[in-house]
């Protein structure tokens, strides 16, 4: 007996010390997530503003629900959920509840398609038309002669129409992918065709990675749902998610349902998407992390759960300008790359990154349609775990504007012939309402130039020799000069 009690000091040693090791881990985790949850700032912050509390940013923006991981050094550093789920149920958010994750969907489609590529199944660089035998795309004047492959499909360069899906309500008849593809009742969009020669240029169509979904199940003759499942999220250990519609046999609750920016429900609690490979998939936080970094480590030439390097590496090399590579897209910040994508479904809203070196990334995800605080929430993360170019926190002093220049800004704009912007202020904040929206608050850049946070525009106020105002300059993706009434 006292010839094993050193054996026995050095066990219950060694455990102590384990233990003391893991409660530190997990203190320095808590600190971390303390840190993000409280170091929140707009893109545009003015003077002297602070940083800001998830919670009441949530608050701000009527957000019920929302998730969070964080990647660092190849592994999930933590996950943790905020808010409910269901409002009325009073369901909260788990680590466990699925989203939808929108057009992050275009990500996980490229893996599987990609696989079919390794796989000799089909070929990136060929005519499309090789590959589809229940629906051919009908080719006309406006591609040149020139033929679409798969590869343009995937980085928005097949020149095609149909940028987004607004999916359907649950109980009303569902289109068939042919019926998307041609416009079609009962499908509610366009016929997905040519407005532009293909390989010019790139421009966003969920139109074409919808045909993208008709290859797979035409080469794999399985379900479009049961494929990804079985070739692509079960090998990454994303064991939650699916891009099934509706998801059945699922824990009640698991679902999230989808609000608008007021934080009213949308109807039915969630749309339906028929569009699968563009918007279809249900996941959270957590399994897109795995997804994350297994492709961080095939890139490195690490793992192969799917894709090996060699197709990895394609996947993630844009393909004819500097962003738009097969199913994400590249942000370059002197050297330091990330490869990601945002999602915007009916009532809900996602973004993730990931970093081609090093093993960092972040996932968030949102049960509102008010996407606002993702990008606030990024600047956090990026800072507290310093991921060098994903904090957009651009400082602005704000001008100092007299009462009188004020006073003199106020009436209406006509914009366009049926729409008009209608300027107030309240004490020195100032406010801009377009016809029939509601109003938003303008900051003071100069004098006479004013910015929005909440949407990427600004107005500057034009006077007469006089020094009458008589028109505004409206920047919103395009100039506008508005005349004052």
């Known amino acids: 007996m006292n010839k094993s009690f050193p054996a026995i000091f050095a066990l219950a040693l060694f455990l102590s010390v384990l233990l003391f090791n893991y409660a530190a881990a997990q203190s320095t985790v808590q600190e971390r997530i303390k840190q993000v949850e409280n170091n929140l700032t707009e893109n545009l912050q003015t003077n002297d503003a602070g940083p800001m509390n998830l919670q009441k940013r949530m608050e701000h923006y009527k957000v019920n629900g929302l998730s969070i991981a964080v990647i660092k050094d190849y592994k999930i550093d933590w996950v943790k959920a905020y808010g409910v789920a269901d409002a009325a149920s009073k369901i909260p958010v788990t680590d466990q509840t699925l989203f939808q994750a929108a057009s992050i969907s275009k990500s996980l489609n ?15 660089f060929a005519d499309i038309n090789t590959y589809l035998s229940s629906w051919k795309f009908p080719y006309d004047s406006l591609s040149k002669g020139k033929k679409i492959n798969t590869a343009n499909l995937l980085s928005h360069t097949a020149g095609l129409s149909v940028h987004g899906f607004g999916g359907y309500e649950p109980g009303t008849p569902l289109p068939s992918v042919i019926q998307i ?15 532009f020669e293909p390989g010019i240029r790139q421009q966003y169509s969920g139109g074409g990675t919808t045909i993208t979904q008709l290859m797979v199940t035409d080469i794999s003759k399985e379900r479009y749902e049961k494929y990804m499942s079985d070739q692509v999220l079960k090998p990454m250990g994303m064991l939650n998610s699916t891009f099934a519609q509706s998801p059945a046999g699922l824990k009640r609750g698991l679902l999230a349902t989808g609000y608008d920016v007021g934080g009213k429900e949308v109807k039915g609690k969630y749309h339906i998407y028929p569009e699968q490979a563009p918007a279809g998939l249900w ?10 970094i297994e492709t961080q480590l095939a890139y490195e030439g690490r793992s192969a759960k799917v ?3 060699e197709t990895t590496k394609l996947r993630l090399t844009p393909y004819m300008n500097a962003e738009a590579a097969l199913g994400v897209f590249i942000e370059d910040y002197n050297g330091l790359k990330y490869f990601g994508h945002g999602g915007a479904n009916e009532g809900f809203r996602s973004g993730y990154y990931g970093s081609l070196a090093g093993g960092n990334g972040l996932v968030i995800m949102v ?16 800072t507290v775990y310093d991921f060098k170019g994903l904090n957009k926190t ?9 009462e009188k220049d004020l006073d003199s800004y106020l009436g209406d704009y006509q914009l366009t012939p049926k729409l008009v912007l209608t300027i107030t202020r309240e004490g020195k904040q100032v406010y801009a309402q377009a016809t029939g929206q509601s109003r938003i608050e303008a900051f003071a850049e100069t004098s006479s130039k004013f910015f929005f946070k909440v949407i990427h525009a600004n107005m500057e106020f034009v006077k007469d020799d006089q020094g009458k105002v008589t028109k505004m300059i409206f920047n919103q993706g395009g100039r506008i000069e508005a005349k004052k009434l």
């Open 181 to 195: 593809l041609n416009g079609t009742k009962p499908a509610n969009s366009g016929a997905v065709r040519s407005v």
């Open 367 to 382: 049960n509102s349609d008010n996407g606002e605080i993702i990008q606030e929430l990024i600047n956090s993360i990026a």
């Open 283 to 292: 996941t959270n936080p957590a399994d897109l992390a795995r997804y994350i």
């Open 307 to 309: 894709l090996d390097q």
């Open 394 to 402: 651009e400082k602005i002093k704000l001008a100092n504007v007299s």
């Open 110 to 124: 490229a893996v599987g398609v990609m696989k079919l590529f390794k796989s000799k199944h089909l070929d990136l």
